[in-house]
């Protein structure tokens, strides 16, 4: 209706929640919320910059499967406009993950891969990647994205695939390879992880909020 977003959330911030959860197309949107309120925010989403909770999700997914396994992963898809790819990196990096993405022919490709350190492959390589990362076309940011859809036949049998859901049916993946009950297949348990981690980092905030308050109290 016309009002400004600074006004929205300091209005929203005199109810006190104990926390918000904050999803915006601009990048770094999380962090104005958390200057305005002076309140813990939870990004759940900020342009194509971040989208962490994703980010431990996908971790934990890989490292339950495995735990000790240094896994060898390559990015397939619009991985310059991808947050969900920025969030994976930093968390992947840090357990000692080797990192790769397919090269799409694309000079911001190229450049994000420089900017990250993370080695660029020949799409005819994917099947020395232990887990594909399949990431969405992102249309709505302007995707320069040239790849085809993944398929079955590109990728090895013992690799493992994952997408942040929900996929763009015969776009982001070839249709053969949209079953995902398939042994293989790591989406499902990508989701279902998503509910685990969020619901814990949630009740996380609540219990440090409820003890501060307590311990202002006594």
């Not at 911030?13 to 104005?32: D, I, Q, T, W």
Request: proline content about 3%; overall charge positive.
């Amino acid at each position: 209706k016309g009002e400004s977003l600074q006004d929205t959330f300091k209005t929203i911030a005199l109810y006190k929640p104990e926390f918000m959860v904050v999803r915006h197309a601009s990048s770094g949107f999380a962090h104005l919320v958390r200057d305005w309120t002076d309140l813990p925010v939870m990004n759940a989403g900020d342009g194509q910059r971040d989208h962490p909770t994703q980010g431990l999700l996908d971790t934990f997914t890989l490292f339950k499967l495995n735990r000790t396994k240094k896994w060898k992963i390559t990015f397939f898809g619009d991985v310059a406009r991808s947050r969900v790819a920025r969030s994976d990196i930093h968390l992947f990096r840090l357990l000692g993950y080797s990192l790769s993405v397919v090269d799409d022919g694309t000079e911001e490709t190229r450049l994000f891969a420089a900017a990250y350190k993370i080695k660029l492959v020949e799409r005819k390589n994917l099947k020395q990647a232990d887990v594909i990362v399949c990431l969405r076309v992102q249309k709505e940011r302007g995707s320069l994205n040239r790849l085809v859809p993944l398929s079955k036949k590109e990728i090895s049998e013992k690799s493992f695939l994952m997408h942040p859901g929900p996929v763009m049916l015969g776009e982001d993946l070839a249709y053969e390879l949209c079953d995902f009950t398939a042994s293989r297949s790591l989406v499902h348990e990508q989701v279902s992880n998503g509910l685990k981690v969020r619901t814990q980092l949630i009740s996380d905030l609540i219990s440090e909020k409820t003890r501060a308050k307590r311990a202002k109290t006594q």
